[in-house]
C-alpha cells in the first residue's frame, strides 16, 4: 500500500473526475428540462420543500466523495487495476457499471422497503417533491 500522500492524490484525482462528468451530464440535462418537450411532460410541479435542495447537494457531495475514496482505496491497494486510457475503454466502463448501478440501486431500493430495513429508507419518502435527477 502506497503513502497518504499518495493516496489523497488519488482520491482527489477521481473525486474531480467524478464532479466534472456529473457536471457534464447534469448541465445536460439541465439543457434539456428547459425545453418545451421535457417541460409538457414534467412529473413533480411542487417546490422543494425548505431544505430540501441543500440536504440532497450534500448527500450527493457525500456520496461522490465516498465513491473516489473507495475507489481509491481499492486501486492502492490492488483490488482493482486502473486500465488503459482511451475512449474505448471509457465508454465500456461507463456502461457496464452504470448498467451495475442501476440493477444494484433496483435490488437494495425494494431490501429498502421491506419491514426489517424500512426505518432506514423512511427520509426517503418524506421529500415535497423531487427533481427528475437527484442523489441516490
Known sequence: ?????SLLESVARLLLTQVGLMFVILGGAWLFLRTGF?????????PFGQ????????AGLFVLVYSAATMALQVRSG?????EAGLGNTL?????????NEVW???SHRAL????????H??????????PIQPR
Open 38 to 46: 421535457a417541460q409538457r411532460r414534467r412529473v413533480y410541479r411542487l
Open 1 to 5: 500500500m502506497e503513502s497518504l500522500p
Open 79 to 83: 483490488h482493482m487495476r486502473m486500465g
Open 92 to 100: 465500456v466502463t461507463f456502461t457496464v457499471l452504470f448498467v451495475f
Open 113 to 120: 422497503h421491506s419491514p426489517a430495513l424500512y426505518f432506514i
Open 105 to 107: 440501486f433496483y435490488v
Open 122 to 131: 423512511a427520509q426517503h419518502h418524506t421529500a415535497r417533491g423531487k427533481p
Open 51 to 58: 431544505g430540501q435542495l441543500s440536504s440532497e447537494l450534500r
